[in-house]
């Protein structure tokens, strides 16, 4: 079936230290895939999207590129502050499937 | 604009009590879900509706029912509550899959339920 794998653990580091969380996908057909984010102690919100292949989403300095050779979708950004750190989780829908499929979600924090 | 409302925030039950999860949204989404989250475990989906009076199952939907009687409303019920149960529940609406921005859930701020 499909799904999205995380990398195991969370992530610490310091201000303005670059961060990549890597996500990859299993999918039957094409799915889109999208990054959330979830602040402490609130739900899940938009980070970002990509509905097709090479395509670029990019929200408060993160991107992620939608990678179909390597079925990745990788989130990135250059220098992270405290106020980014939260629980991201990766995730997929493939069409009509009516189905979010979601990562395990990653840690990150961030120190001043 | 409240997006979407769950209540209660939190919930301590006894192990067999049965209790129901409210979920409102105020968008005029199509669709509705329920998912839990645990640690280690990310979010998981426990049932959905694509509109009024149809529902359908998740990846977890075992001891959980649901019912759509209305676009707006999404009730949970755990009719049964059992230690494995004990999790934060989520509710996100979206206009349904394959309309323009569709596959973009709101998200409630969840509901921390403990069964003793």
């Known amino acids: 079936g499909d799904s999205v794998t995380q990398m195991e653990g969370p992530v610490t580091l310091s201000e303005e230290a670059f961060l990549t969380i890597n996500c990859t996908y299993t999918a039957t057909g094409y799915p889109s895939l999208f990054w959330y984010v979830q602040y402490p102690g609130e739900g899940l919100q938009l980070l970002l999207k990509?509905?097709?292949?090479?395509d670029k989403g990019s929200n408060k300095g993160f991107e992620a590129t939608y990678r179909k050779e390597t079925t990745s979708f990788h989130l990135e950004k250059g220098s992270v502050q405290v106020s980014d750190s939260a629980v991201y989780f990766c995730?997929?829908?493939?069409?009509?499937?009516?189905?979010?499929?979601f990562g395990k979600g990653n840690q990150v924090v961030v120190i001043p | 604009n409240a997006g979407v409302t769950q209540t209660p925030k939190f919930q301590v039950l006894k192990t067999g009590q049965s209790m129901t999860l409210q979920c409102a949204q105020d968008m005029n989404h199509e669709y509705m879900s329920w998912y839990r989250q645990d640690p280690g475990m990310g979010l998981r989906l426990i049932h959905y509706s694509v509109g009024a009076g149809i529902t359908d199952q998740g990846e977890v939907p075992n001891g959980y029912n649901v019912s759509r009687s209305t676009t707006e409303d999404f009730p949970l019920r755990l009719l049964s509550a059992a230690p494995s149960q004990t999790s934060v529940y989520f509710c996100?609406?979206?206009?349904?899959?394959?309309?323009?921005?569709?596959?973009?859930?709101?998200f409630g701020a969840g509901s921390r339920l403990t069964v003793l």
């Open positions: 996100a609406s979206s206009l349904l899959w394959g309309l323009s921005g569709a596959n973009v859930l709101t």
């Open positions: 995730a997929l829908s493939v069409s009509g499937n009516n189905r979010l499929a």
């Open positions: 990509a509905t097709k292949a090479d």
